[in-house]
């Protein structure tokens, strides 16, 4: 299953264009597994390896944008640990909505194909974790990680949410259609999201359940996979949730992290700076630089200090204050 063509990019040069790449995709899925078109718009690669099974869903256009590696994340993944990996593609964002979708999940269900691994864990980020939660009910007993994914996009439900015009008419009242119902059965399932983004806050209230786990990601915005895959923090967490020990504090202490990563800071401190209190940005400043000398972080510290001087107040003498 560690075989360098998974594990390796298949173009880093991004140059490949789509069928091709689409036929190499298919030729190494052949050779560790199949490869299955679902209608028009998605396509669904299975590898073989362990008794876990990690489950995705992509986009293509996400898989190619990535920087290093022009294949699946589930594929990395799932290689590095020897799992079974199952990725459902789509070409564009489609939310996986098609009947093709729905039959083939349909015709796994009564194979009984889940019932052959001993761990299921789905996976996915937005549209491709709407996917996640709503298609983890042909799983009963799996995890479920999603990042900031949308409950619906039905307008009788989230006619708040006016981000997504060209899927108005599309239906999500039919099969697989509201993500939250569709988690009844799941072991456990663990909500990221950036509650700063209020569309996504939203619609991570409708999860709700004994099961379910909401985890707030301030200041990750709309790139919470690539903040926790480049922190090295995603794979971890997916290895816990395979083993069925994934908890809300071990998804809090991987967000650590962030104390460390740089455009994890620059977020938190454009957020502090646009509040106009130089204390509170001289203390984060003056936190950060105890750890990492960085000249961003060192020129707003002597502007706060310069503008609390102005005011006749000065930073305290104690320890630096620890970000949480």
């Given at each position: 299953m560690a075989n360098n063509r998974i594990t390796d990019s298949i173009d880093p040069s991004k140059s490949m264009p789509l069928e091709q790449w689409l036929d190499e995709v298919e030729d190494i899925a052949e050779d560790h597994g199949y490869?299955?078109?679902?209608?028009?718009?998605?396509?669904?690669t299975f590898l073989e390896g362990s008794d876990t099974l990690l489950v995705t869903f992509e986009t293509i256009?996400?898989?190619?944008?990535?920087?290093?590696h022009d294949v699946p994340i589930g594929w990395q993944i799932a290689a590095r640990n020897g799992w079974s990996q199952l990725c459902i593609?789509?070409?564009?964002?489609t939310w996986f909505r098609h009947r093709a979708v729905y039959?083939?999940?349909?015709?796994?269900?009564?194979?009984?194909?889940?019932?052959?691994?001993?761990?299921?864990?789905?996976?996915?980020?937005?549209?491709?974790?709407y996917a996640a939660a709503a298609y983890s009910v042909s799983a009963p007993g799996s995890v479920v990680l999603a990042l900031s994914p949308q409950a619906s996009l039905d307008p009788r439900v989230c006619e708040w949410d006016d981000r997504f015009h060209h899927m108005r008419r599309t239906?999500?009242?039919?099969?697989?259609?509201?993500?939250?119902?569709?988690?009844?059965?799941?072991?456990?399932?663990?909500?990221?999201?950036d509650p700063e983004i209020e569309a996504d806050a939203m619609h991570a209230a409708l999860f709700s359940g004994s099961n379910i786990?909401?985890?707030r990601c301030r200041h990750l915005g709309r790139e919470i996979e690539t903040f926790l895959r480049r922190m090295d923090v995603l794979e971890p967490t997916?290895?816990?949730?395979?083993?069925?020990?994934?908890?809300?504090?071990?998804?809090?202490?991987?967000?650590?992290?962030?104390?460390?990563?740089?455009?994890?800071?620059?977020?938190?401190?454009?957020?502090?700076?646009?509040?106009?209190?130089?204390?509170?940005?001289?203390?984060?400043?003056?936190?950060?630089?105890?750890?990492i000398n960085t000249p961003r972080f060192r020129q707003q510290l002597t502007a706060s200090q310069n503008a609390l001087r102005a005011e006749g107040r000065r930073l305290p003498n104690a320890a630096p204050l620890e970000l949480v």
């Open positions: 490869f299955e078109p679902l209608g028009p718009d998605h396509t669904a256009q996400s898989v190619r944008d990535r920087r290093n593609l789509s070409h564009g964002e039959g083939f999940f349909d015709r796994l269900i009564d194979e009984g194909t889940f019932d052959e691994y001993e761990n299921v864990v789905f996976y996915g980020a937005e549209s491709c974790g239906s999500f009242t039919d099969r697989y259609g509201y993500a939250p119902d569709m988690l009844e059965a799941a072991q456990a399932c663990f909500i990221l999201y786990t909401r985890v997916l290895k816990k949730a395979a083993k069925g020990k994934l908890r809300a504090l071990d998804v809090y202490a991987a967000l650590r992290e962030r104390r460390n990563y740089l455009p994890y800071l620059r977020n938190f401190l454009n957020a502090v700076e646009n509040t106009d209190r130089p204390f509170l940005s001289g203390l984060m400043c003056r936190s950060v630089l105890s750890r």
